[in-house]
T-cell receptor
Framework: GESVGLHLPTLSVQEGDNSIINCAYSNSASDYFIWYKQESGKGPQFIIDIRSNMDKRQGQRVTVLLNKTVKHLSLQIAATQPGDSAVYFCAERTDNYGQNFVFGPGTRLSVLP | DTGVSQDPRHKITKRGQNVTFRCDPISEHNRLYWYRQTLGQGPEFLTYFQNEAQLEKSRLLSDRFSAERPKGSFSTLEIQRTEQGDSAMYLC????????????????FGPGTRLTVL
């Protein structure tokens, strides 16, 4: 199948541990952020989003933290499972109401048995 | 399966040939987006449609690229006189934006069309 992100930074975690994936975004005016998961041969899959007026948002096993002061976004995955192995991208919306999302370079998460 | 389909999944062509890709969005979605993704990179925005109107095009979309969404449903992306640098994954996504103009809307991606230009 398709290989995504052959030369991406890789985070390796033990199954059951928590994972933290970080992203530095570029535009202080960005108002909306999304984390995507991309498995080999597939398109990106929405995980969780957060608006710029929030600092934290929780989903099922995932939490996104936004620090606007340093333009930093993180994705925390609790109790990481083998099925979480994929490339993770953060995306920022740089134009309000528009749809121009700028994606970060991605991080490959590898879950070790 | 997100409900967004793309065809073909893979396309190999020779430099200078024209290619056309198709995207079928989720049926009730009024917005449709095209992205390009090269190995090791995140998707790069190319263009998007609100119903049949093409509202934004990125600088990446050279004059060899054209996209249409004639009836506000499926969309096509055509690349004329392909170049080796066009080799990439072409992703389509769709979303539903409400009439109130709420713009915090999830984009659902298709599986992509992998283009290889020899």
């Amino acid at each position: 199948g398709e290989s995504v992100g052959l030369h991406l930074p890789t985070l390796s975690v033990q199954e059951g541990d928590n994972s933290i994936i970080n992203c530095a975004y570029s535009n202080s005016a960005s108002d909306y952020f999304i984390w995507y998961k991309q498995e080999s041969g597939k398109g990106p899959q929405f995980i969780i989003d957060i608006r710029s007026n929030m600092d934290k948002r929780q989903g099922q096993r995932v939490t996104v933290l936004l620090n606007k002061t340093v333009k930093h976004l993180s994705l925390q995955i609790a109790a990481t499972q083998p099925g979480d192995s994929a490339v993770y991208f953060c995306a920022e919306r740089t134009d309000n109401y528009g749809q121009n999302f700028v994606f970060g370079p991605g991080t490959r998460l590898s879950v070790l048995p | 399966d997100t409900g967004v389909s793309q065809d073909p999944r893979h396309k190999i062509t020779k430099r200078g040939q024209n290619v056309t890709f198709r995207c079928d969005p989720i049926s009730e979605h009024n917005r449709l987006y095209w992205y390009r993704q090269t190995l090791g990179q995140g998707p790069e925005f190319l263009t998007y449609f609100q119903n049949e109107a093409q509202l934004e095009k990125s600088r990446l979309l050279s004059d060899r690229f054209s996209a249409e969404r004639p009836k506000g449903s499926f969309s096509t992306l055509e690349i004329q006189r392909t170049e080796q640098g066009d080799s990439a994954m072409y992703l389509c996504a769709s979303s539903l934006v409400s009439g109130s103009g709420s713009s915090y809307n999830e984009q659902f991606f298709g599986p992509g069309t992998r283009l290889t230009v020899l």
